[in-house]
């Protein structure tokens, strides 16, 4: 038996299968076609655990590519699913912060990973992961070059919270002949008081666990803890939260 | 007073349920009669029907008119408001375009400062509204300004308008609403009969009926039909279906988007706290009491954020959370508008402390652009129920 979870981001696609008591996971870029990457996510899957097509029961897709997967049984949305695989990967957790490429949100989970309680941003990009790429493409290095780059002690401010009008701030700095370093450090930053100001409506407990994609920077964790006054808890597998969610969904979908 | 019965240039481009539109107010210039547009749920179309012309809700819902509304009215402006004005300068709206008089009002400051603008573009009455709903004083002001609305009505139309043709229209209004009423609080059922958007639909679309006696017979014809089917045959709605109440900003046209979001995600809409849902029908006007004066009190009583203070609103959302069996609070605001945005905080409280119930706010406005983050938001919210 064989549960699978998809979860297609807007940059990464996540895919998690329990298989008896293994836990196998992949990830890929996304790509512009969603359904070959999520068909190659299932081979890839099925591969990596010597299993057959066949061995699969149910299947949960989430992420915003969730509508596009044609072999899901169901479609959740990645709020649940995040809030159900972080609580599986920290049994503690109770508030969840997620930045992934083009969403932040925040989510108060009770001990079996069900939602109480979820804050989102607006349309716009401020603050998520696209917000990082277009500020780590004008200092010209790749996005998880932005942590060894900041120079958390000089950070400068960044005011504006919109993603094209940081850029343009961004391009004064440079022109200043500001350090680079205080830059990213400055980038970084501002990603932590957004997620601030978005956590200030919503009630944030111990233990707070970060996931999604950016959450892979320790420069970030270690602001967010600073504005949040909370320790900020990080798992390798973070990243996986949704898909092993979803994975974890459609387990109950058979039972 | 213009004398407007041909049809504008634009007309043969127009979609067929937009010529519909203009034919049908054009057959009511063509039977002499004179059309009087308004926007809000203020008005006192009684008075309107009084003097004998025909009252009707002007198009504020679509983004259509909004790149031309910014030629003069600033972006960072409520939707419905730009949308309205965009309208008024286009001839693209039916019933504007055949008013005679347009009825403006002085509720928030983006419509107030809009309508001295249409007043460039047709003759607009302003209702002065008082900010305080409760007070004796508030009503005297409020009385005095139906009154002078109907001066206006009767030298702008040359007619006299009696107490017994505003008794008159009084008691078919207060049909009319019954009549709303009652084909709404079918939504009270478990499961409920119909989704939510059909309950809107009709509800919208009841506003495009000239003839209201007409509109009555059939609002009362749906009901019962709702009704039988649902008793021989059942509902389409599943059981289990979360309940949402939805409250805050007038939704129609482009921000059905919400209620569709809502349903697709296994939810169903059972009521609706706005100006196309509830708010202008639960109250009828006390018919024992001065034509007039019953008037100033029913609509001075309308609980919008725009007045000051608006207990009266969460108490309505109480009754209506217990009324339609309700799981969770949609609060929407459009983007821009202050005292609907500001009166959430309010609403979450008294959502969450009083009645325990799951509550989300949405900004939004009329671009389709945040239709995939409505549905994530909304379906996390449903999946949370």
């Known amino acids: 038996m064989i549960y699978m979870g998809i979860d297609i981001g807007s940059v990464c696609a996540k895919g998690a299968i329990f298989h008896g008591d293994r836990l196998e996971k992949v990830m890929l870029p996304t790509g512009w076609n969603i359904k070959e990457t999520a068909n190659l996510l299932r081979s890839t899957l099925l591969a990596q655990a010597g299993a057959r097509d066949a061995e699969v029961s149910s299947v949960v897709a989430t992420g915003y590519g969730r509508v596009s997967i044609p072999y899901a049984d169901k479609k959740v949305t990645e709020i649940t699913c995040h809030a159900r695989g972080a609580v599986y990967l920290n049994p503690n957790a109770r508030t969840i912060v997620d930045i992934g490429g083009q969403d932040s949100k925040v989510i108060s989970v009770d001990a079996d990973g069900r939602v109480q309680d979820f804050v989102m941003n607006d349309k716009c990009a401020a603050g998520t992961g696209r917000f990082l790429q277009v500020m780590a493409h004008v200092l010209e290095v790749e996005v998880d070059e932005l942590d060894q780059l900041a120079r958390h002690d000089k950070a400068v401010t960044i005011n504006a919270m919109c993603t094209v009008f940081a850029e343009s701030e961004i391009i004064s700095l440079l022109a200043q002949g500001t350090d680079k370093g205080a830059i990213a450090a400055g980038i970084l930053s501002s990603i932590s008081q957004r997620v601030q100001h978005l956590s200030s409506r919503i009630s944030v407990q111990d233990q707070l666990i970060f996931t999604g994609g950016v959450s892979n920077s320790n420069v970030l964790r270690h602001m967010l803890s600073e504005k949040l006054k909370l320790e900020v808890h990080h798992h390798c597998d973070a990243q996986f939260a949704g898909a092993i969610g979803a994975a974890l969904l ?3 979908i058979c039972e | 007073m ?24 054009k057959a009511v210039k063509d039977a002499g009669k004179n059309l009087v547009g308004y926007y809000c749920t203020f008005t006192p179309v009684e008075v309107i029907m009084a003097a004998g012309a025909v009252p009707v809700g002007l198009c504020a819902t679509s ?24 309208f008024a300068i286009t001839d693209k709206c039916p019933y504007f375009y055949f008013s005679d008089l347009i009825v403006g009002e002085t509720t928030c400051d983006g419509k107030k400062k809009m309508y001295e603008l249409l007043e460039e573009v047709k003759p607009t009455h302003i209702l002065q509204l008082p900010n305080e709903g409760k007070s004796q004083r508030s009503l005297d002001y409020f009385r005095e300004e139906v009154q002078s609305f109907k001066e206006r009505l009767e030298k702008e139309f040359n007619v006299s308008i009696t107490n017994e043709d ?22 009270s059922l478990t499961p409920p009969p119909v989704s939510g958007l059909d309950v809107h639909k009709a509800l919208y679309g009841s506003e495009f009926k000239f003839d209201k006696e007409a509109q009555i017979a059939e609002m ?11 008793r021989t045959e059942g509902s389409k709605v599943s059981e289990t279906a979360p309940r949402i109440l939805i409250t805050g900003c007038p939704i129609a046209g482009a921000t059905e988007k919400i209620i569709t979001a809502i349903e697709e995600n296994g939810g169903v809409v059972v ?21 007039i004066d019953g008037i100033a009190r029913k609509y001075l009583n309308t609980p919008c954020s725009v007045m000051s203070n608006n207990q009266d609103r969460l108490d309505k ?4 959370i217990t009324r339609f069996k309700v799981d969770g609070v949609v609060d929407v605001v459009l983007q821009a508008c202050h005292t609907y945005n500001i009166e959430g905080f309010s609403v979450k409280r008294h959502v969450k402390e009083k009645h325990n119930l799951p509550y989300t706010a949405l900004e939004t406005d009329y671009a389709s652009a945040d239709a995939g983050q409505l549905k994530t938001r909304l379906g996390a919210f449903i999946e949370m129920l």
Not at chain 2, 2 to 25: C, H, M, V, Y
Not at chain 2, 220 to 230: D, G, M, P, R, W
């Open chain 2, 317 to 320: 959302l109480s009754e209506l």
């Open chain 2, 271 to 291: 009521t609706y706290e706005n100006c196309f849902g509830t708010k202008a029908v639960e109250e009828m006007i006390d018919e024992t009491l001065d034509p």
């Open chain 2, 2 to 25: 213009s004398e407007r019965n041909t049809l504008p240039e634009i007309f043969e481009s127009f979609a067929d349920a937009r010529k519909q539109g203009f034919l049908a107010a």
């Open chain 2, 166 to 187: 505003l008794k008159k229209a009084i008691r078919l209004k207060n049909r009319q609403r019954e009549t709303l009423k009652e084909f709404y609080n079918l939504m």
């Open chain 1, 250 to 252: 459609a387990r109950e």
């Open chain 2, 220 to 230: 009362q014809a749906l009901t019962k039909q709702i009704y039988e089917t649902y």
């Open chain 2, 63 to 86: 983004d259509e008119t909004i790149p031309e509304s910014e030629k003069v009215l600033p972006r960072n402006l409520c939707p419905l408001v730009k949308s309205s004005y965009g």
